[in-house]
Each structure stands twice: as C-alpha cells, then as structure tokens.
T-cell receptor, first 114, second 114 residues
C-alpha cells in the first residue's frame, strides 16, 4: 500500500482564479492519477501523470485548464485554472504501486468556487 | 469504452439486515477492486479479486468475482452502522493498453440505521 497526503484539504476560491493542489506519496511510484468527484458520486478520471512523461488527459479535460506537474516519483500537482462554479468538486489523487492495478487514494481536496 | 454497471445506487437498511451490491459488465476484467469511501475521505481499498469464480471474505463482507470475470458482487451480513458509506467497484480491463487505469462503477450509497 501507500500513504498519500493532499494539500489543501479544502478551499473556497473566487471565479477566475487558479488553485494548485499538491499530492505527496510516502514511497516512489511510477503511476499517479488525478480524479474529480461530486459528493456521493463515482470518480471521473482527469489524467494520468507518470514521471518522466507528459500527463495523459481523458476526454473532456485539457492541459490548459488542468495543468499537471510530476517532478519526481513521490510528488505531483494539479492546477485548476480560471475557475468557475462548475469546477466546484472534490479532487483526488491516487497511485498504483503494485500489481492488479490496485489504486490507493489521497484524502481529497474539496474545492468550492464562488 | 468498458462500462461497469453498479446497482443499486442507494440502499437504506436497518442494522442487522443483509445486503448485496452488484457490478456487471459485458467486458472482461483482469482484476476487480471494491472500495469504500466515507465523507471527507478518499476511497479505501477493501479487496481485489483476480480469478474467475474467486470468493474472498473480509469479516462480514463476502466478495465474489464471476466465472467469466465480467461481474462481481459484495455481500454484507448483519450490517452495522459503521458500514455506512459509498461503495465503489472498479475494474482493470483485460488485454487493454491503458495500464493502471480503472473503470469505476457508479457507486452505491449505503445507509445503515440503528
């Protein structure tokens, strides 16, 4: 397994601003994922962030809106740019350190955009 | 796109009752995971099943992977209020090229009343 922390845990932001979410893992992992989740609903994958390569974005998500950095094997950031109220959501990072594609999740960042 | 149909979406039961949550797909998965998520936290991995027909038990929870590896179920015996949460199934597509990515079901919100 892996222990993952996220910062901030929650934030309230103004429309048009940007927020950078940090994800720290206690061990080195190649594969890291960023998800979005509405409370009580399932997860939507935003992008896969592997160290040493550009992030791969899912349909409906673009790099200009959600730039991702992956400077090393234990850390990643997701920026939500030019925010609107529709970006209000929970943002989660996860890692897949082992076999069988098991993923381990951070506690999430609850974002509210006014 | 491989889909996982999870049902029911909502379950509201009394303490002591039994329940079953289902995940079904027309696609084959190389492995399938079940997660449980509480408010304000990230999903926590409960179990991974990888072999068709496999049954795993975790205290009062029983997980089964279908013989064809296209479906799975989670059965809880004598539910307790501490079982309340969002349950998610997630599968790794068999033979896929998107290593590490999971397909998530829609989730089941379970509420156990005292």
């Amino acid at each position: 397994s892996a222990v993952i922390s996220q910062k901030p845990s929650r934030d309230i932001c103004q429309r048009g601003t940007s927020l950078t979410i940090q994800c720290q893992v206690d061990s080195q992992v190649t594969m890291m994922f960023w998800y979005r989740q509405q409370p009580g609903q399932s997860l939507t994958l935003i992008a896969t962030a592997n160290q040493g390569s550009e992030a791969t974005y899912e349909s409906g998500f673009v790099i200009d809106k959600f730039p991702i950095s992956r400077p090393n094997l234990t850390f990643s950031t997701l920026t939500v740019s030019n925010m609107s109220p529709e970006d209000s959501s929970i943002y989660l990072c996860s890692v897949a350190p082992g076999w069988y594609n098991e993923q381990f999740f951070g506690p999430g960042t609850r974002l509210t955009v006014l | 796109t491989q889909l996982l149909e999870q049902s029911p979406q909502f379950l509201s039961i009394q303490e002591g009752e039994n329940l079953t949550v289902y995940c079904n797909s027309s696609s084959v998965f190389s492995s399938l995971q079940w997660y449980r998520q509480e408010p304000g936290e990230g999903p926590v991995l409960l179990v991974t099943v990888v072999t068709g027909g496999e049954v795993k038990k975790l205290k009062r929870l029983t997980f089964q992977f279908g013989d064809a590896r296209k479906d799975s179920s989670l059965h809880i015996t004598a539910a307790q209020t501490g079982d309340t949460g969002l349950y998610l199934c997630a599968g790794a597509p068999a033979g896929g090229t998107s290593y590490g990515k999971l397909t998530f079901g829609q989730g089941t919100i379970l509420t156990v009343h005292p």
